[in-house]
């Protein structure tokens, strides 16, 4: 069965990074597409960037250009998402999502936000 | 500020029905597909509807979505009290440079 399993709360200072792996399995990695997406404590989602596995093509949402990269580990099937320059406001639950899924290798991207599969959510806190 | 707006809250009985708006703009919802999640307390967000009236295997016929120019809909027939929860409704907007965009997120209460 379709798993995405992803690391474990983090607590982190203002102005450090954060990297939460996103582990997948029970279906071909390069074969769909991640997303990850956050949520603010009481807040709703925000979709942050799209990750290619197979060919590495990417795209961020604007407000996290500079600050947000995305990689993958193609040996385990992990996906990886590094957030800079922590303040308060990125406090929040963290999720990889499954996205649309390729007849075989994905190419380029695929902007839809359907999300089949979620990861169940890293929690990181901002706090000095 | 969401780019898709979504009424904050809604309400219904057991066995009503209640329909929860999505409204965007021709950038987005007038020219793409419009995905609906449901997010129970606690737990991570599931694929409700997806291209504007698709269901999954496994989501019961009680929900529907539906679409109208710049605006969607998700429709729950028969309300449960397990359909407590969160809705977002999701797509992608042309002029934004980047991934989808979420609405704000409408929270049900079953009275």
């Known amino acids: 069965q379709v798993q995405l399993v992803q690391s474990g709360a983090e607590v982190k200072k203002p102005g450090a990074s954060v990297k939460i792996s996103c582990k997948a399995s029970?279906?071909?990695?390069?074969?769909?597409?991640i997303h990850w997406v956050r949520q603010a404590p009481g807040q709703g989602l925000e979709c942050m960037g799209i990750?290619?596995?197979?060919?590495?093509?990417?795209t961020y949402a604007q407000k996290f250009q500079g600050r947000l990269t995305v990689t993958r580990d193609m040996s385990t099937s992990t996906v990886y998402m590094e957030l800079t320059s922590l303040t308060s406001e990125d406090t929040a639950f963290y999720y990889c999502a499954r996205g649309a899924s390729c007849r075989g290798d994905c190419f380029g991207l695929d902007f839809a936000p359907f999300l089949d599969y979620w990861g169940q959510g890293t929690l990181v806190t901002v706090s000095s | 500020q969401s780019v898709l707006t979504q009424p904050p809250s809604a309400s219904g009985t057991p066995g009503q029905r209640v329909t929860i708006s999505c409204s965007g703009s021709?950038?987005?919802?007038?020219?793409?597909?419009v995905y609906w999640y449901q997010q129970l307390p606690g737990t991570a967000p599931k694929l409700l509807i997806y291209?504007?009236?698709q269901r999954p295997s496994g989501v019961p016929d009680r929900f529907s979505g539906s679409k109208s120019g710049t605006s969607a809909s998700l429709a729950i027939s028969g309300l449960r009290s397990e359909d407590e929860a969160e809705y977002h409704c999701?797509?992608?907007?042309?002029?934004?440079?980047?991934?989808?965009?979420f609405g704000g997120g409408t929270k049900l209460t079953v009275l």
């Open positions: 999701a797509t992608w907007d042309d002029s934004l440079s980047g991934p989808g965009v």
């Open positions: 990750f290619n596995p197979n060919d590495g093509s990417r």
């Open positions: 291209r504007d009236n």
């Open positions: 021709s950038s987005n919802i007038g020219r793409n597909y």
């Open positions: 029970g279906y071909t990695f390069t074969n769909s597409y």
